[in-house]
């Protein structure tokens, strides 16, 4: 359960990252209303990650919870923001993956 609830922190993380891209383009209101969606998916994640981190190992916990992050976040940058999807960026991101499956698997 502590992995789910690590994988939901980690797609609020996403989530901020989002709102904050979203608040960067938009003016007056709708700016605001992307940065109360940002502080407020910063929170989610910070206290679903506290949750996590109860019976996870700390640095497992915080490396699956960056990696999530960081995943999506340039998946979310390539898909929704129109950055560019080159071969090097696919593939760090690539073996990001993979180092955050062998962290779940060698974790207690």
Do not use: H, Q
Request: glycine residues 10%; contains cysteine.
């Amino acid at each position: 359960m502590n992995w789910i609830i690590l994988i939901i922190a980690g797609l609020f993380e996403v989530a901020f990252a989002a709102c904050l891209g979203k608040a960067k383009e938009a003016t007056g209101t709708n700016a605001t209303y992307w940065y109360i969606g940002f502080v407020l998916c910063l929170l989610i994640s910070m206290l679903l990650l506290l949750k996590a981190t109860k019976e996870l190992p700390i640095g497992t916990a915080y490396a699956v919870w960056t990696g999530i992050g960081a995943i999506g976040t340039v998946l979310l940058g390539i898909f929704i923001f129109k950055e560019p999807a080159t071969f090097w960026r696919l593939f760090f991101i690539s073996t990001l993956i993979i180092s955050l499956i062998g962290l779940k698997i060698v974790s207690n």
